[in-house]
């Protein structure tokens, strides 16, 4: 290679190099900033009780930890029948009746994972004083599925 053609070649590298370092930055920075909404909703049911003091806060994590490990072979059963919807889509010639078969083994798979979740959820109420139950609505109608968009009265 010649003088200039090195020269190109550095400045092309200097060129990628400063996209590859400003998107990781950018990467970061959404991910410390943006993310961190993110992430308090996906750990919005163990983190509902944060308010309640720590013992609380690791009676109802334990609790939701007991429901899914309990709910675990419906998780799997409803995992199989997503894999099972995919495959009987892919089919040359579509087998409606097959596929909301599979569809409605999932809906129940997932609905028994949800309801045992769910129990564990009002179980761990039950033993809240009137106080405690208020701020735990409020945590969960800001944080958690369960009372998504709840309406306060």
């Known amino acids: 290679m010649n003088e200039r053609t090195t020269r190109i070649v550095l400045a092309l590298s200097l060129v990628l190099n400063v996209f590859a370092v400003g998107a990781a930055a950018g990467g970061a920075y959404v991910w410390w900033h943006l993310g961190a909404n993110a992430r308090s909703a996906a750990q919005g049911l163990a983190t509902a009780a944060q308010d309640l003091?720590?013992?609380?806060q690791e009676i109802l994590q334990q609790a939701l930890a007991d429901a899914r490990r309990q709910a675990r072979p419906d998780a799997q059963a409803a995992r199989a029948s997503r894999i099972d919807v995919a495959g009987l889509l892919g089919e040359p010639t579509l087998d409606r009746a097959a596929i909301d078969a599979a569809l409605a083994a999932t809906r129940d798979a997932d609905m028994k994972v949800r309801g045992r979740v769910e129990?564990?959820?009002v179980d761990f109420a039950a033993g809240l004083n009137a106080g405690d139950r208020a701020r735990l609505v409020d945590a969960l109608a800001a944080r958690g599925q369960m009372l998504r968009r709840a309406a306060k009265n």
């Open 119 to 121: 129990g564990a959820v």
């Open 53 to 56: 003091g720590s013992g609380q």
